[in-house]
């Protein structure tokens, strides 16, 4: 199910939501410009869990691996990742950061990052596979939205085979699926490891519960 637009318009300008799309789109064209390099960049800006679990079992300082829970949120392996995130953010990012205003809204996005990538750390401690995207923090966005705004009506897209269907589902519906297509995922991916197929499922988890938990704490009283 792909996401192009929702009914339900903001009352202000999301500045926040299009800085945070300009900057993936920027680092990405970064990546693209390192080559042969790029898997080291990715390998030392991604985060890796078990860099993290040694990092906290040893008590040691690693720097990196703490920070690698911030620049991974703005890293991706390739256009569809990047392209397909951005989307999510675009559709959905505005609503929510019309309700906690732009600061909040830029914390509330970080720490739903964070949140979604100790997840998937707790998830699979012992990957040595690195983990990059937005998704987690996004899938914050979604947890926040679906509680906020159950209603709003998504225009769809759903692929069949070679056909596609255009439909308005509702935000609950919509949302409802997307997070139940997560959990079924990342049950199955603990039978194979929890970053089967190169997608961390459990940072969406993660992510989305921390959005719905933090909404309460960051919305704006109007």
Not at 92 to 109: A, C, K, P, V
Not at 114 to 143: E, F, H, K, N
Not at 197 to 219: E, M, N, T, Y
Request: proline share 5%.
């Amino acid at each position: 199910m792909i996401p192009l637009r929702d009914t339900n318009p903001s009352r202000s300008r999301p500045f926040v939501t299009y800085m945070l799309i300009g900057l993936n789109a920027a680092a990405f064209l970064f990546e693209l410009s390192l080559g042969a390099s790029l898997p080291e960049f990715i390998l030392n800006f991604g985060v890796v869990p078990h860099r993290v679990s040694a990092a906290l079992d040893s008590a040691g300082v690693d720097a990196g691996a703490y920070l690698s829970f911030l620049t991974s949120m703005f890293l991706h392996g390739g256009w569809m990742h990047l392209l397909g995130n951005m989307l999510f953010l675009y559709v959905f990012g505005d609503n929510i950061e019309d309700q906690f205003g732009h600061g909040r809204f830029l914390f509330f996005y970080a720490f739903a990052g964070a949140a979604a990538a100790g997840t998937q750390v707790l998830a699979d401690p012992s990957s040595a596979v690195p983990m990059v995207g937005a998704s987690g923090a996004i899938a914050g966005v979604l947890g926040a939205y679906v509680i906020l705004f159950p209603r709003a009506r998504v225009l769809t897209l759903i692929p069949i085979f070679v056909f596609f269907q255009l439909l308005e589902l509702p935000a609950y519906l919509f949302l409802g699926l997307w997070f139940l297509m997560q959990i079924a995922s990342g049950v199955l991916s603990l039978q194979i490891g929890a970053d089967a197929g190169g997608v961390a499922w459990w940072a969406h988890i993660g992510g989305f519960v921390a959005g719905a938990a933090l909404l309460p704490v960051l919305r704006r009283r109007r």
